[in-house]
């Protein structure tokens, strides 16, 4: 994996978000699936990619062999936590009716089946939002970028972007690429206009083969540094990264 950028350590007062960042959805998501019991459906956790607008894995069908399954988020309808039985959640609609499949078949058991149920609307929910509304957020990341390019003096990252820093670039050192995604992402909803943020994201995306991740974090930070010293070795790790996304649909 290449060097991660470092930065000088400085400080503003930031915009702030309470929603769930699109790291902690993602990974919501993934411990929600590993909670839930299938009916006739056996889904390898481990094969979920997290294509911008899409979730694709793979499952296999008892009887019926492995398949490959995509969820469209645009299309996606708000889900909730619905009581089945006396022992069992099971995903909805907002309207209370099925998903369509194999979301339909997701059922939760156990002792904790509620807060499981509860953690997997909750991060499809936030994907879904996301993925509504990337048009309008990169239309008003531009507008940002743009302001950020004329100062003169740049303003200093703030500490609460500093502390995901951090603790980023620890989890990076221990190995931990999911950890060092989830906080980069938790400081660039604090602060789009961190390009360090945003080029550092891209590599750990990258190491993860989030490539569309890794990409669309790459694009932010050319945005906002087009003629950065490493921008067309930037440019050439797009291409490479956008070839490499279309092998994993």
């Given amino acids: ?18 929603s769930m960042t699109v790291g902690q959805a ?20 481990g094969s979920f990619r997290f294509i911008l607008d899409s979730i694709e894995f793979d499952a296999k069908l008892h009887e019926k062999g492995s398949q490959h399954f995509k969820v469209d988020l645009r299309t996606l309808s708000p889900v909730l936590a619905k009581r089945r039985w006396d022992r069992a959640y099971q995903i909805k609609d907002e309207a209370g009716k099925d998903l369509p499949y194999p979301l339909n078949q997701v059922i939760f058991w156990g002792k904790d089946r509620e807060g499981h149920a509860a953690l997997l ?25 743009a302001a950020w390019r004329t100062l003169t003096v740049k303003p200093p990252i703030p500490e609460e972007v500093r502390a995901q820093r951090l603790l980023a670039e620890n989890a990076v050192k221990e190995k931990q ?31 993860l083969k989030y490539y569309a991740d890794a990409v669309e974090h790459m694009q932010a930070y050319l945005e906002l540094v087009p ?7 930037a ?12 092998g994993t649909k």
Avoid: C
Wanted: charged share 25%; proline share 6%; net charge neutral.
């Fill in 1 to 18: 994996m290449p060097a991660i950028k470092a930065e000088d350590e400085t400080k503003q007062t930031p915009p702030h978000s309470d």
């Fill in 26 to 45: 993602r990974r919501a998501v993934v411990a929600g699936f590993r909670a839930a019991y299938y009916y006739h459906l056996g889904v390898d956790p």
């Fill in 121 to 145: 609307t909750s991060g499809l929910n936030s994907l879904r939002v996301v993925a509504m509304n990337r048009q309008t957020m990169r239309g008003e990341f531009r507008q940002r970028a």
């Fill in 177 to 207: 690429f999911e950890k060092a995604l989830d906080h980069y992402e938790a400081g660039l909803e604090i602060l789009p206009t961190w390009p360090q943020g945003q080029f550092n994201a891209a590599l750990v995306a990258a190491e």
């Fill in 227 to 233: 003629d950065a010293p490493d921008a067309q070795a």
């Fill in 235 to 246: 440019r050439d790790q797009i291409a490479i990264w956008q070839y490499k996304a279309k």
